[in-house]
């Protein structure tokens, strides 16, 4: 166990519905990442946030967007879903900019339908 | 970032040592390289990074090659909970930037 948390556990929306996943970083930690896994892939960078800014942006259109908050959780919201959106949403979390370690959590599994 | 190249899949035997090898022939002087697994229905989780000298701690070993091509990530006694995928990443260390980009990784298979 990481202590990064993550919400929900599984969800399933249809396409052009907007979805909010939600992340709890560890305790301590200032920087939350976020990734996408497809399945039978490794996990895609798609942005980072560090004190509440965007700090580094991967090959993700705008209906990406995420927040995070003055305790350092975090959103990822996707609008209008693509059935290629389906995957397993990862939060990490760590400390600072200039890390070597990041915390994952369980990730959210997002079925579009 | 460099790119890097992994065997798609290998087994190993329980309490035998697991030793699991990466290419990165572009990576660049100022570019370390990391070594994080993904155990089924979990987060990918940390093991070890390095530049150029070998590295050990508690979980593995990793070796890196005078011309830092390739490295090897060993594991000395493999058991089953170590079954995973293991991905090799190479990043500029405490890159402010903060991505990692994780390749497809090496399905590990520890059977009894």
């Known amino acids: 166990e990481t202590g990064v948390t993550q919400s929900p556990t599984h969800l399933i929306k249809t396409r052009g519905q907007q979805v909010t996943l939600r992340c709890s970083s560890q305790?301590?930690?200032?920087?939350v990442s976020w990734y996408q896994q497809a399945l039978g892939q490794g996990p895609q960078f798609i942005f980072q946030?560090?004190?509440?800014?965007?700090?580094g942006r991967g090959n993700f259109p705008p209906r990406f967007s995420g927040l995070q908050f003055p305790n350092y959780s975090s959103e990822l919201n996707v609008n209008a879903l693509e059935l290629d959106d389906s995957a397993l949403y990862l939060c990490?979390?760590?400390?600072?900019?200039?890390?070597?370690?990041?915390?994952f959590g369980p990730g959210t599994r997002l079925t579009v339908l | 970032d460099a790119k890097t190249t992994q065997p798609t899949s290998m087994d190993c035997a329980e309490g035998r040592a697991a030793n699991l090898p990466c290419n990165h022939s572009?990576?660049?002087?100022?570019?370390?390289v990391y070594w994080y697994r993904q155990i089924h229905s979990q987060g990918p989780q940390y093991i070890i990074h390095?530049?150029?000298n070998n590295e050990t701690n508690e979980m593995a070993s990793l070796i890196i090659t005078e011309d830092r091509k390739s490295s090897t990530l060993i594991l000395p006694h493999a058991t089953l909970r170590d079954t995973a995928v293991y991905y090799c990443?190479?990043?500029?260390?405490?890159?402010?930037?903060?991505?990692?980009?994780f390749g497809a990784g090496t399905q590990v298979v520890v059977t009894p």
């Open positions: 990490a979390s760590s400390f600072g900019t200039e890390y070597n370690e990041q915390f």
């Open positions: 305790s301590g930690h200032n920087t």
């Open positions: 946030y560090y004190r509440e800014e965007e700090n």
């Open positions: 572009t990576i660049s002087g100022n570019e370390y």
């Open positions: 390095g530049l150029k």
């Open positions: 990443i190479v990043r500029v260390a405490g890159d402010s930037w903060g991505k990692f980009q």
